[in-house]
């Protein structure tokens, strides 16, 4: 018999580029530079919902939302994770809450938090207390450390309905 509370783990990364907005948990930040990628590259949101498809044992995101698909060419990612709210839902699961981390030589994290968490929360229909985000910096180390990507760790706990 299958457990009432399952957890799971996502994982994204995206090379930085000029010429795109930077998205992360649904909002967009004043920069010169974007995430690389098929969506609107929310590395973010990509690991929240991973973390979530993960813990119900269902496909990723790649699956669900193909980058050979142009119905996603810069598609919302805060749309995508309700799509993965749904898909969750149609499977008998429902998020309980949320704990990620933001890995990002710039731009400064810290001040857009509480923006991101409540449009996290909204997406999942959550409060936003349920999103637990942090974020960090690669302390110079790798391609992160050099400011030429941001990665996200994620880890979601769901509920069976």
Same mark, same amino acid.
């Given at each position: 018999m299958s457990s009432?509370?399952r957890i799971?783990?996502g994982?994204?990364?995206? $090379?930085i &580029?000029r010429?795109?907005?930077?998205v992360? *948990?649904g909002?967009t930040?004043? /920069? ?7 969506s609107?590259?929310?590395? %973010? /949101?990509h =690991?929240?919902?991973?973390a @979530?498809? *993960?813990? =119900?044992?269902?496909p990723?995101i790649?699956?669900l939302?193909p980058?050979t698909d142009?119905a996603y ?5 805060l749309v995508l %994770?309700q799509?993965?709210i749904a &898909?969750l839902? /149609? ?12 890995i990002?030589e710039?731009?400064?994290i ?6 991101m $968490?409540?449009?996290?929360? $909204?997406?999942m #229909?959550?409060?936003? #207390?349920?999103? *637990? @985000?942090k974020a &960090?910096t ?7 450390g $050099?400011? #030429?990507a941001?990665a996200a760790?994620a880890?979601?706990?769901i509920?069976?309905?």
């Open positions: 009432p509370i799971g783990h994982y994204d990364i995206h $090379r &580029t010429g795109r907005p930077l992360l *948990g909002v930040f004043d /920069t010169d530079y974007g995430l690389e990628g098929h609107d590259a929310d590395a %973010l /949101t =690991a929240i919902c991973d @979530l498809l *993960g813990a =119900a044992a269902l990723d790649g699956h939302f980058n142009p060419k810069n598609a919302n990612s %994770l799509k993965v &898909t839902r /149609t499977h008998g699961w429902s998020p309980i809450n949320i704990d990620a981390t933001l990002a710039k731009p400064k810290a001040p857009r938090i509480a923006e $968490r409540a449009a996290l929360a $909204r997406a #229909e959550l409060a936003p #207390e349920a999103i *637990g @985000l &960090t690669n302390e110079g180390v790798d391609g992160i $050099r400011g #030429e941001i760790h880890v979601a706990l509920q069976k309905l």
